[in-house]
């Protein structure tokens, strides 16, 4: 079946706009997570839903940034006022449940983000 | 915070020989994951390791967690030019089992 998906896959924007990045996860899973990937760094945790609810919120670096999940399915991150060091690349990613150590049978699959690029 | 650090962070070899790329932590980990990274795609995971001393083993690549779960290792035998990627190891704690704590990676080229 069809990976996650994300959209879109680049964008570009002006410093102080806003951007809304869309990540449709694979049908079934219940679990979501946003991860940002800066050049030089490692995956940095954002964000954490199980179904529509987001019990972690701790990744979020300011509150320019929002996340919403709705019908247990796709996602959107929304950055406010964007920022140049916003400019990384966004990762969604989906899981079956949200037991990743444990269960062997829900590994997380990630799309292939989208790059932002903040002028 | 809990770290992971990964060495080396570039890698550079000939097809055909062996290397080994390592993930420590001075933190404990319930598990350990590694992925595989290529330019203009998400992390794809490779393997799931969970009990310390652990070693599995997939083709020619061989992962082990350390007896502590503090660190890990990622040996491939015999490169070859498709096993060019970014590797990335990933720890979840029990307190927190569906976040992953990701080191930076280790860039791996393998020239044919």
């Known amino acids: 079946g069809a990976g996650v998906s994300q959209s879109p896959s680049n964008k570009v924007t002006e410093k102080g706009k806003d951007v809304e990045l869309r990540c449709d996860p694979i049908?079934?899973?219940?679990?979501l997570y946003w991860y940002r990937q800066s050049l030089g760094q490692g995956l940095e945790f954002l964000i954490y839903f199980q179904g529509n609810s987001a019990p972690d919120k701790s990744g979020l670096p300011s509150d320019r940034f929002s996340a919403e999940r709705t019908g247990g399915s796709v996602s959107t991150l929304t950055i406010q006022r964007t920022q140049q060091e916003d400019s990384a690349v966004y990762l969604c990613?989906?899981?079956?449940?949200?037991?990743?150590?444990?269960?062997?049978?829900?590994?997380?699959?990630f799309g292939n983000g989208t790059r932002l690029t903040v002028t | 915070t809990q770290l992971l650090e990964q060495s080396p962070q570039f890698l550079s070899i000939q097809e055909g020989e062996n290397l080994t790329v390592y993930c420590n932590s001075s933190?404990?980990?319930?598990?350990l994951q590694w992925y595989r990274q290529e330019p203009g795609e998400g992390p794809v995971l490779l393997v799931t390791?969970?009990?310390?001393?652990e070693v599995k083993k997939l083709k020619r690549l061989t992962f082990q967690f350390g007896d502590a779960r503090k660190d890990s290792s990622l040996h491939i035998t015999a490169a070859q030019p498709g096993d060019t990627g970014l590797y990335l190891c990933?720890?979840?704690?029990?307190?927190?089992?569906?976040?992953?704590?990701f080191g930076k990676g280790t860039l791996l080229t393998v020239n044919p």
């Open positions: 049908s079934g899973h219940t679990a």
């Open positions: 390791v969970v009990t310390g001393g």
């Open positions: 990613a989906s899981s079956l449940e949200g037991q990743v150590y444990k269960n062997y049978n829900s590994p997380l699959h």
């Open positions: 933190s404990v980990f319930s598990s």
């Open positions: 990933a720890g979840a704690s029990g307190g927190s089992n569906y976040k992953l704590t």
